[in-house]
């Protein structure tokens, strides 16, 4: 079992900036893919950011060259800083860990297994 706690969402204005972090527990030995998913109200579930424990990344295209994700593995760690951001950013942000590694290899990739975190509120204000 992986447990992750996310952190760093918030309030900000339009073309501002934050940085989620996801601090991942338990059985980390079997992270492969870590990564970043958002749902705003009324919209599916969709990838953001994923990132391989070598450091191969997947961008969803509404996010590339505003979003960098980032991973520190002796700390079990993954960071998405978000710059530029827009109303249409505004979400619930979930961080998510998986042995398998189709989100970082596909845009569309949305896991059946692996670990989800609570979910951190992002609200982007025009």
């Known amino acids: 079992q992986v447990q992750l706690v996310e952190s760093g969402g918030g309030l900000v204005q339009a073309g501002g900036s934050l940085r989620l972090s996801c601090a991942a527990s338990g059985s980390t030995s079997s992270i492969n893919a870590m990564g970043w998913y958002r749902q705003a109200p009324g919209k599916q579930r969709g990838l953001v950011a994923a990132?391989?424990?070598?450091?191969?990344?997947n961008y969803a295209d509404s996010v590339k060259g505003r979003f960098t994700i980032s991973r520190d593995n002796a700390n079990n760690t993954v960071f998405l800083q978000m710059n530029s951001l827009k109303p249409e950013d505004t979400a619930v942000y979930y961080c998510?860990?998986?042995?398998?590694?189709?989100?970082?290899?596909?845009?569309?990739?949305?896991?059946?297994?692996?670990?989800w975190g609570q979910g951190t509120q992002v609200t982007v204000s025009s």
């Open positions: 990132i391989s424990s070598s450091g191969r990344t």
């Open positions: 998510h860990a998986d042995k398998s590694m189709g989100s970082v290899y596909y845009s569309d990739y949305d896991p059946l297994f692996g670990s």
